[in-house]
């Protein structure tokens, strides 16, 4: 993150995060907006939380995310978007203005609003008199009123500021009035409306900015007759129209909001390189985002207008950008500009950058490869599994599956287990969860719509599939294809994320259910190959059942029919099978082995078949998520390997018990273990 920290923001701002001077960095244009794209965990609500630190002592400052209701501010959650007075992008320029305007030093003059404020004072606090049928409708009468009233507020230059206080107090508790219980199919002005108006009305009342807020109104709303007055209520009638297109008035209120910005920072200011105000906004994808983004974008773009330095994060594909860890000079990062918009992906988490972070603490050395492979590159996962960690006493992680326990810790606050955390945060809705927990083992979209028909008959098919495609669509940002499937294996391609899933199903589901899944996902591929080749999706499921006898017996017959190349790739895929749950019993099979009868040699077949069963049984627990690297398995795993390539000297086997050990050493799991292409007998 330290471009961004040490780099790009305080050459906008012109000041560091200790408060010492920059100078500030040549933009083309206005100030441009730095838009972060990440996936969930990523870090990025992180991010924009240490610069709202660092920098609220320093500059004036504004934070919001668009997803939370009212932008995590409580007093506007409740109010709808659609309402007549306001909206939510109404709320957010409130919210914007005022915590902009508080004071940062003694010495910094506050940052006033009066064009933007007075724009939001008319839309919110008009009210159609009590004689009205509804607030949507502009009776003749009313408007005249209304624009009586608040012409006597606004121009009343001979009052003092006690007066003119007085008098928009009058006006705004005259308006309440005017919205009665039962004179609005909408309702009342709720009290958090109320608060959002009377916030900003009192910084209306100096004449001068009052004057210079019309003037501009009177400018900007040229297609309205009349006065600036009689033009700002025109306004509010078309804001108000039913079904009416309100984002060209939005953005005459983002012209407002830059407009002010624009006149506080003038060219003294300005020559002074008097900080800008800084807004970090967090999920800008969901649609207010747009709503704001764009009018600001193009409404500072060509022209002399003060723009504000926007931090922004959305939810995206991070890889679809320039990367952020490689930004270098800021200059050459804003040659990289697109309309006004710097975007740059997130850094995902490295090994070592967690090891770094562990720190030199008494810990398991494997501690770092785990949280790794469960985090997926994810800081916000990385951090709750360190937390896991944390808790959890290293003699409490035994050889067998050492991460079980940090997975399986329950928090004490009530918030259930590791693994629980980890898959709400990245999956926010617990019926979505839920069925991609089910959809899990399934290899390929055929096999989770076999799977979702035979276990839910009763519900509708392509709605379902299609929602769980949609949602792995919107998550999976770094997909990780199986080797050898052209790019369609696994369903759920997220490595980290499949990790959670499986676990989730193989700790909190029935053996009877963990069978019943396996066998509907085993009953869609052929038991004898396709087209001679392994059978390795059926021997996936075959080995998720427990039916190791079964898989060995299959995959020596299979070692003198296929490629050595292809063999090992099978065996990657095969031994990629979840484990079956504690309590599961495998239904064993017994039956000849085809390897064992067509090999003329009884000794030979007899120490190549123990060879596969220990291959078979040694990578199948090396590629255990739950477990670290174990060198008595990893010998094993080599031993086997070198026993059938001394039975078949090919180059596949020797690349492979010289190459494989040194990759399961380093936490390299199956299917994803190298395997050497274009290698015959």
């Known amino acids: 993150m330290d471009p961004l920290f040490d780099g790009l923001v305080p050459d906008l701002v012109g000041l560091d995060r200790n408060g010492g001077r920059r100078t500030r960095a040549a933009t083309p244009g206005a100030i441009p907006v730095i838009e972060l794209v990440g996936g969930r965990c990523s870090g990025r609500t992180t991010l924009l939380a240490t610069l709202s630190t660092d920098y609220t002592p320093l500059v004036p400052l504004a934070r919001a995310d668009l997803a939370e209701p009212g932008f995590g501010d409580p007093l506007l959650a409740d109010l709808p978007d659609d309402r007549p007075d306001g909206s939510h992008l109404t709320d957010l320029l409130y919210l914007l203005s005022y915590r902009l305007g508080l004071r940062v030093r003694r010495t910094v003059q506050p940052l006033r609003f009066p064009r933007l404020s007075l724009g939001l ?15 949507t409708a502009v009776p003749p009468q009313d408007l005249r009123r209304a624009e009586q009233r608040l012409r006597e507020v606004i121009s ?35 009290g958090e409306g109320r608060a959002a108006l009377r916030t900003p009305a009192p910084r209306l009342l100096p004449s001068r900015a009052n004057r210079g807020a019309l003037r501009w109104w009177d400018d900007r709303l040229r297609h309205e007759q009349g006065d600036a007055v009689q033009k700002l209520f025109g306004f509010v009638r078309d804001f108000r ?47 207010i985002g747009a709503r704001l983004l764009g009018p600001l974008r193009r409404e500072v773009l060509g022209k002399d207008a003060m723009g504000p330095v926007v ?49 030199t603490a008494d810990r398991p050395p494997y501690l770092p490869l785990l949280i790794d492979r469960f985090a997926g590159g994810r800081p916000g996962s990385a951090r709750t599994l360190a937390r896991a960690a944390a808790a959890v006493a290293p003699d ?58 035979g276990l839910h008959p009763e519900d509708p098919l392509k709605g379902r599939m299609e929602e769980a495609l949609e949602l792995l669509e919107g998550i999976c940002w770094a997909p990780r294809s199986w080797p050898g499937t052209a790019g369609s294996v696994p369903l759920v391609a997220d490595p980290a994320l499949r990790i959670l899933l499986l676990h989730r199903l193989r700790t909190g589901t029935a053996p009877e259910e963990w069978r019943e899944i396996h066998q509907h996902l085993r009953s869609g591929y052929p038991p004898d190959g396709a087209a001679g080749s392994v059978p390795a999706a059926y021997l996936h499921h075959t080995l998720a059942l427990g039916l190791t006898d079964e898989v060995v017996r299959s995959l020596h017959h299979w070692l003198a029919h296929s490629t050595p190349a292809a063999w090992l790739a099978a065996l990657n895929i095969v031994c990629a099978a979840p484990h079956p749950p504690a309590a599961f019993e495998a239904v064993r099979v017994d039956g000849p082995c085809g390897g064992c009868r067509q090999d003329a040699s009884p000794a030979r077949a007899e120490v190549v078949h123990r060879a596969v069963a220990r291959l078979l049984e040694a990578l199948w627990e090396q590629s255990d998520p739950l477990n670290a690297p174990c060198p008595d398995r990893i010998d094993q795993v080599e031993s086997a390997l070198r026993t059938l390539y001394d039975h078949e000297p090919t180059d596949a086997y020797r690349q492979a018990f010289r190459h494989w050990s040194a990759r399961l050493g380093e936490g390299v799991q199956a299917p994803h273990l190298t395997v050497p292409q274009g290698t015959g007998r």
């Open 241 to 287: 129209r039913p079904g009416g297109n309100r984002l060209p008035l939005e953005a005459s209120l983002i012209a407002a909001f830059l407009a002010d910005l624009t006149h506080h920072y003038g060219r003294l200011r300005r020559r002074n390189e008097v900080p800008p105000p800084l807004i970090l906004l967090d999920n800008t994808h969901a649609p």
């Open 121 to 135: 004072l008319v839309v919110t606090a008009w009210r159609a008199d009590e004689t009205s049928t509804a607030a």
């Open 156 to 190: 009343g230059n001979g009052d003092g500021e006690t007066e003119r206080r007085v008098r928009l107090a009058e006006w705004i508790e005259a308006h309440e009035r005017d919205l009665r219980a039962g004179t609005s199919r909408r309702g009342p002005l709720k």
């Open 396 to 453: 409490h992680a035994p050889d067998a599956h050492p991460a079980a326990p940090l997975l399986d810790a329950v928090w004490a606050d009530g918030g259930g287990s590791t693994v629980d955390g980890l898959l709400t945060a990245l999956l926010p809705e617990p019926a979505q969860c839920d069925r991609l927990v089910e959809l899990a083992p399934a290899l390929d979209i055929a096999a989770a719509r076999r799977l979702w028909s």
């Open 311 to 359: 931090v922004a994060a959305r939810l995206g594909d991070p890889t679809a950008h320039s990367a952020l860890r490689e930004v270098g000079d800021t200059s050459d990062a804003f040659g990289q500009l697109a309309d006004g918009v710097l975007r740059l992906g997130l850094p995902t988490l490295e090994r070592g950058d967690i090891d770094r972070v562990l720190g």
